[in-house]
């Protein structure tokens, strides 16, 4: 082994059981005849669906089981292609990568002479009548409502292999264009119009797996999101391979070895990621920000609730360089900036912890002293242009990195990680808004030259972060809070311009943390495992293994640490919203 010296213990497939409930079933038989046994002698079904559920599948197997009089697809209702792309325009830019975030409603991309002749053919159906499709609700809510979805990732891979975005014929469409198209678009009006739907969804159906469909009632999901808002839990992570992706995750994280690498991993994303409820032996996937919307405030606490509203604030994921390459140069946009430009709240201010390295890997970060912006800049678009490559010595400091280094990385500092590290990255969540500066003269894994963004990028760079700024503020910016025999805990930042605070815990014993009504994450970045308890017993002890992530709603409001070998010393890092 040469990243671990034990096997690996991480849980690639985390579960919480929820309590009190097992009513799940599965399969489109038995999903229809429990659909008709709870509708009775009514007769409106309403199937609204997230955006990317499979309509050939899903809604040819509940025609079969359920055998309405009239079927109203609601998709029809919505303006043609053509229409919604141009409504749409403003929104999707001519970027690749980039959009702006819209903030309207589902209604806004709907004919409602076409919502009213379908509201008058409901009223006169005689028989069974279901409508089905993305916003069908809007048409009206039924007799039984059940609500068919998926998560993003899923929506993301589906892309990949050549589905549309909604009433698109976009099939062979760059993936990163249907994938802006989703998030700046698509997932929001989606996302506003479920939280109006939570309390009163009949059934929660999970259509992720092609044709193997799960169903709980509507009162179970419900309970599941109020359970999970009040306990420890982890996210289902993803790994995603990249241009420049290394090889400790496969090791580490017991990925499959014949992939070529992996780049990425989202382990506490709420935006991206999903999570595992089990219902008795059915097991439902959902994505994380059903519990972020639907408990807001158990999750995030009341003042980060009031700050950011229903967003996930923190971000935690990995970037794996080892035996790999550079990260694209780059830098994040001033909070103004992405403010003004893209319509976002807060801006993507970062750090990189250093959980593994190797000779040689280290962070660029900031710019050398007495460099000349515009020469930079020429030399950025010369690199850009193919007419050499951009001299990053020369300008961009390097700092060669160790294990548990911690470098902060607040909007508008050049930086990158280079090959050979193993980045925990610890930000705020608008991770799109990436300004690539140069990509090392290189092409991403489609064959294509990976965007940049210098134009964007210069109207955001502190020209004024230079060396011995950088070296004074971000690095190893270490302050100790409290040190005896049996425990150590070292303040490692954020910058004073970040929002979100870290610190660093070593023990060999068991530590005392609050809450301090905000959401907290953890990740044991050292040791082989860690015991998460109430003092209180207000849940069951929670086993957190090396390099997972964990999530702790603000209601926990107390916990303890340990580690599950007491002989064993074990280091956790903890971020949460300063207040």
């Known amino acids: 082994m040469r990243y671990l010296n034990r096997k690996s213990n991480y849980d690639k497939y985390p579960v919480t059981n929820i309590i009190g409930y097992d009513d799940g079933i599965e399969g489109y038989e038995a999903i229809a005849k429990k659909i008709l046994e709870h509708l009775g002698d009514k007769k409106i079904i309403v199937v609204d669906c997230y955006p990317g559920v499979n309509d050939e599948e899903v809604l040819i197997a509940l025609i079969k089981g359920l055998k309405p009089d009239r079927v109203i697809k609601s998709a029809d209702m919505f303006y043609d292609e053509a229409v919604l792309t141009s409504m749409m325009s403003k929104h999707l830019t001519d970027d690749r990568v980039r959009g702006i975030m819209y903030y309207g409603q589902m209604m806004d991309f709907i004919d409602e002479k076409k919502r009213s002749i379908f509201q008058t053919q409901v009223s006169n159906c005689a028989g069974i009548c279901l409508i089905y499709g993305v916003g069908a609700s809007l048409i009206t809510k039924g007799d039984l409502l059940v609500y068919a979805d998926l998560a993003r990732w899923e ?57 193997q469909p799960k169903m709980i009632s509507g009162e179970a999901f419900r309970a599941g999101l109020k359970q999970i808002s009040r306990r420890p839990f982890r996210l289902v992570p993803y790994f995603d391979p990249g241009v420049w992706g290394g090889q400790w995750m496969k090791e580490v994280c017991g990925l499959d070895s014949n992939e070529d690498n992996f780049a990425w991993s989202f382990d506490g994303v709420p935006e991206e990621n999903s999570l595992y409820l089990k219902y008795g032996d059915i097991v439902i996937e959902t994505p994380a920000m059903n519990v972020v919307q639907y408990q807001p405030e158990n999750l995030l606490g009341e003042k980060n609730f009031a700050r950011f509203g229903a967003e996930f604030p923190i971000r935690f994921d990995f970037l794996d360089t080892m035996e790999g390459q550079n990260l694209s140069l780059q830098v994040h946009p001033l909070t103004e900036y992405i403010k003004s430009h893209f ?99 290189r092409l991403g894994l489609d064959g294509l030259p990976r965007p940049i963004h210098i134009e964007d990028g210069k109207k955001n760079i502190q020209w004024n972060r230079t060396t011995t700024w950088v070296k004074d503020n971000l690095v190893n910016h270490f302050e100790l809070i409290e040190n005896n025999d049996d425990y150590t805990e070292i303040k490692t930042g954020l910058h004073e311009l970040e929002f979100i605070e870290t610190r660093v815990i070593t023990s060999r014993t068991k530590t005392f943390h609050q809450t301090n009504d905000g959401v907290n994450m953890l990740n044991l970045v050292e040791g082989t495992s860690a015991v998460i308890e109430s003092p209180i017993n207000a849940f069951d002890p929670f086993v957190l293994h090396y390099v997972e992530t964990v999530i702790i709603p603000a209601s926990v409001k107390q916990f303890t640490i340990r580690p599950e070998d007491p002989d064993e010393e074990i280091k956790v890092l903890k971020a949460y919203v300063r207040n």
Request: glycine share 6%; proline share 2%.
């Open 155 to 211: 929506i993301q891979l589906r892309y990949r292999k050549g589905m549309p975005n909604f009433k698109c014929h976009n099939n062979d469409e760059d993936i990163l264009r249907k994938y802006k198209r989703g998030f700046f678009i698509e997932w929001r009006i989606a996302d506003k119009l479920k939280r109006d739907l939570y309390d009163e969804i009949d059934f929660y159906l999970d259509t992720n797996k092609a044709d």
């Open 343 to 441: 319509g976002m709240i807060y801006t993507q201010d970062e750090s990189y912890y250093i959980l593994d390295c190797q000779e040689g890997g280290g962070v660029f970060l900031g710019l050398k002293e007495d460099i000349q912006k515009e020469e930079m800049i020429n030399e950025l678009k010369r690199a850009q242009a193919g007419e050499g490559s951009f001299n990053v010595q020369r300008y961009i400091n390097f700092f060669e990195a160790k294990k548990h280094d911690h470098y902060l990385i607040p909007a508008g500092t050049v930086h990158c990680s280079s090959a050979n590290c193993m980045v925990l990255e610890v930000s705020a969540t608008p991770y799109i808004f990436t300004f690539k500066l140069w990509d090392w003269d």
